[in-house]
């Protein structure tokens, strides 16, 4: 699969839109390639969803100098109900509340389709679900646009109890919302093929939390709680291609970086990893998002009734508030059974094992000295009876790097993590380094440790010495 070269269909409601249309591809069902995927995820008939997060970056341009804009000046603009820039190009205000276009990295140069003066539309292309087939390799990867447009982090799903696919996501963006979205139709577990287009019919939902401990979720349906002509949605096309502003409509939630999802089968509860927010005022702390100039994150623990994860009221509780307990300023609230070694700062991705048990994954980036001091890894969380609460490290990373993509076996005798960018994050603070890590002077040469060699991005897998369960 290639960012490039993989043609891949665009299915649901917002396929063949005109907003979706573009010179290279005017019926606005094919697209070229997925960009920046990050935490996803498997479904129960075992096809692989990627989640295109920070799409962002890889647009350049200007759509003001677009000849499309509007004959109004940009300098008498003004904001309409819609959010939009009278006189700019009517993508202006949908791009702007996703950062498009970024110009991180220079593709508009080489490839015209991500400048948004050549392809005003191009962007509205990317930040979906994507699903692929693993098990038939001549099958085309899929874009679901009923899942919603956003920086999606995690795409992980459990049947429930009606037979439904619930499928739960998070928008990593500080101030973003968390999402899940329930099918129409039920997963038939004896047909394979019968699931192929599950995930084209369903509704999705964004939570808006309660001071009370419950959240309710918010459907996204055209039409609905403002989603109309007068709000500037005129199909649900529109609210999916627009899933930010029309959760904003609709009074979400805005979360401190939700990042992985995950529901526990084995007690009904779903885990969400919100990693920090250093951007929130005093003014602007809630209940679920408890500290202003929030570094170090918190976890959430949400639970389906009677574990109905279509139900529209859910109970919610603050598993940890992550950061160092020892330190009162940081306001960190932990088991007091773990250890100096138990806690860690910025929960990003997550895992389940097959007993229902929690590990945690962190991603502090370069502010590691400040959220704890020491690298990123895995923990053990504790979820249930007097240990509720408490973290227990597993592992960690090399210098720079960050942890990410927890994976068990069914037996539960493998985990895979990912390390990412190892001597990247940070790495003049590390006093045994204490220098800007470069390509030539790297501050580890992990996994190889080759002089020849430079750091690479690896998957560990994790094995007991006796072949037992881990963590057993």
């Known amino acids: 699969i290639s960012a490039l070269d993989t043609e891949m269909a665009i299915s649901g ?84 509340r996703y950062g498009v276009p970024a110009g991180r990295y220079a593709w508009g140069r080489y490839h015209s389709r991500f400048d948004v003066n050549a392809e005003p539309n191009e962007a509205n292309r990317f930040g979906w679900i994507v699903e692929v087939d693993p098990l038939d390799p001549t099958s085309m990867p899929v874009k679901r646009t009923a899942l919603g447009r956003f920086k999606h982090e995690g795409a992980e799903c459990i049947v429930n109890r009606d037979g439904r696919l619930v499928l739960y996501s998070g928008d990593d963006q500080r101030f973003e919302y968390l999402y899940k979205f329930v099918s129409t139709r039920p997963v038939d577990p004896s047909n394979r093929q019968a699931n192929k287009d599950l995930l084209d019919d369903g509704t999705l939902y964004v939570a808006r939390f309660h001071s009370d401990g419950t959240l309710t979720w918010l459907p996204l349906i055209f039409g609905w709680n403002g989603l109309t002509p007068q709000n500037g949605f005129s199909s649900q096309a529109d609210v999916l291609i627009e899933t930010r502003r029309a959760a904003s409509v609709l009074g979400a939630t805005p979360m401190d970086r939700p990042e992985d999802v995950e529901p526990n089968p084995k007690n009904g509860r779903v885990y969400v990893m919100l990693t920090n927010n250093s951007k929130r005022k005093p003014d602007q702390v809630d209940q679920v998002n408890p500290r202003a100039k929030n570094i170090w994150g918190q976890l959430l623990e949400l639970a389906a009734p009677d574990g109905d994860h279509a139900a529209v009221t859910f109970g919610w509780d603050t598993l940890i508030q992550a950061g160092n307990p020892a330190d009162e300023a940081v306001g960190a609230v932990w088991n007091p059974a773990t250890s100096e070694h138990g806690w860690f700062a910025c929960p990003d991705n997550c895992a389940v094992d097959h007993q229902g048990r929690l590990w945690v994954t962190t991603d502090q980036g370069k502010a590691w000295k400040r959220t704890s001091g020491s690298a990123d890894g895995v923990w053990a969380v504790e979820t249930d009876g007097r240990g509720r609460g408490t973290g227990k490290m597993f592992f960690r990373v090399p210098v720079g790097a960050e942890m990410c993509g927890p994976r068990f076996t069914p037996d539960d005798r493998t985990l895979f993590v990912a390390v990412q960018h190892p001597a990247t994050d940070g790495a003049k603070d590390y006093p045994p380094f204490g220098r800007s890590s470069t390509f030539e002077d790297p501050a580890t040469r992990w996994p190889d440790f080759d002089p020849r060699m430079p750091p690479r991005p690896s998957v560990v897998v994790i094995t007991k010495a006796d072949g037992g369960v881990i963590g057993g």
């Open 13 to 96: 409601p917002a396929a063949g839109h005109p907003r979706m249309q573009t010179s290279g591809d005017p019926a606005g069902r094919r697209v070229v390639g997925t960009v920046n995927n990050c935490a996803g995820g498997i479904t129960p008939w075992g096809t692989y969803l990627m989640a295109e997060e920070n799409f962002h970056g890889y647009f350049s341009g200007d759509l003001d100098k677009h000849p499309l804009r509007g004959a109004a000046d940009a300098e008498d603009a003004e904001s309409n109900t819609a959010g939009e820039l009278l006189g700019t190009h009517p993508e202006k205000g949908n791009y702007a």
